[in-house]
């Protein structure tokens, strides 16, 4: 099989791509290694399996159409799996063009590749940013995802909304992933963990916002991949029992699916920096601050639908997803 993996110098991408190889997949990796951040630990990712024979890399921006047309002509991907985006909630506030560059234009070749190409599966990343203003917990998929309170949000729900559009009209077999808080080795250096790793490590206090009244369904990012990885190998189907009068938002009469994948066990951030402060063996300094704008308190994830597709469901402990981190980051950045 035949799998292009976008985002493939990424922190979820990497890991996909390194599994999909594992298991002998063809893997075409795009990427195009902005400098959202440093690049380096981009491709320090990729030189983990760039030597692979089953692995060939691509230079590319999703804004790219006739790049975009060019590769999926060339390849004829079996299945897809589009992780590249621009990520983050609060740089959607200081740079919003390049959230519709590339979440949005992006995604649209995508598609197109997609359904031009007839790939028989899209598996793409939502976010459960997407559930906004909800307070109603666990979030669930059945629920209606309206009120977004970021454009990085607005954009994966616009993803969605584009995807099911062409699950309807072309047949095109489609499923959109809420990934929840994710954390672990090769992490994001934007994401908390990193960020206060960081700062504990240099002496520094770390930012600890809404005054540290936060809750977030931490998600190992070996929880994510084995997600995704069952994920691509069932294809998404329609709802033989959707009905139009009362339609279920996660899924449809067309072959479209959406499901979490989160621990469903959200943590205090308080209980966060203490796990964190274990494995470092050192004690943060805080600065309590009020929530950001575009934040939300609180997430939480209902996993039962992915539990009844798949059989799975996401399960490791922050203890041991946050010693693992550390483990990796100190043989990364201070060995």
Same mark, same amino acid.
């Given at each position: ?18 599994q ?15 400098? /959202? ?11 983990? @399996? ?34 590249a985006?621009?990520?983050?909630v ?11 560059d ?20 899209l %598996? ?7 559930? #906004? ?5 666990? &979030?669930?998929? =059945? ?8 454009? /990085? ?13 062409y699950? =309807?009209?072309? #047949?095109?077999? *489609? ?5 929840f *808080? %994710?954390? #672990? ?8 963990? &990193?960020?206060?790793t960081?700062? !504990? ?16 369904? @931490? *998600?190992? !990012? ?14 998404a ?6 009905e ?14 959406? @499901? ?51 059989? @799975? ?18 043989s990364?950045? %201070?060995?």
């Open positions: 099989m035949k799998v292009l993996v976008t985002g493939a110098a990424g922190f979820i991408g990497s890991h996909v791509a390194s999909l190889l594992a298991r002998g997949e063809q893997v075409v990796g795009l990427d195009n290694l902005n400098d /959202y951040y440093d690049p380096q630990l981009k491709l320090d990712r990729l030189k983990r @399996f760039e030597a692979e024979a089953g692995f060939t890399f691509v230079k590319l921006d999703l804004a790219d159409r006739a790049g975009m047309e060019k590769l999926f002509a060339e390849q004829k991907f079996d299945k897809v799996v589009h992780l985006a621009q990520a983050g609060r740089y959607s506030l200081k740079n919003p063009h390049a959230y519709i590339s979440n949005l234009v992006g995604f649209t070749h995508i598609l197109e590749g997609c359904r031009h190409q007839r790939v028989q599966h %598996v793409y990343a939502s976010s459960s940013s997407v559930y #906004g203003g909800n307070t109603r917990m666990p &979030f669930s998929e =059945h629920d209606p995802v309206d009120h977004p309170v970021s454009l /990085y949000a607005a954009t994966k729900k616009a993803n969605e909304l584009m995807a099911h559009t699950s =309807h009209l072309y #047949g095109l077999p *489609t499923t959109g992933l809420r990934f *808080t %994710v954390y #672990g080795p090769w992490g994001r250096p934007d994401m908390a963990l &990193f960020l206060f960081q700062a !504990i490590l240099e002496g520094r206090p770390i930012d600890v916002f809404n005054h540290g009244n936060m809750q977030r369904d @931490f *998600t190992y !990012i070996d929880d994510i991949i084995e997600g995704v990885i069952r994920v691509l190998d069932k294809p189907t329609p709802n033989p029992d959707f139009p009068l009362q339609p279920d938002p996660g899924t449809s009469h067309a072959p479209y699916r959406v @499901f979490n994948i989160g621990n469903h066990n959200p943590v205090p951030l308080m209980d966060f920096i203490a796990a964190l402060e274990k494995a470092l063996g050192m004690t943060a300094r805080k600065n309590f601050l009020p929530l950001q704008d575009g934040d939300v308190p609180a997430t939480y994830a209902d996993v039962d639908a992915l539990k009844d597709w798949v059989g @799975f469901q996401p399960g490791t402990p922050i203890e041991i997803g946050v010693g693992r981190f550390i483990e990796w980051y100190r990364y950045y %201070v060995e």
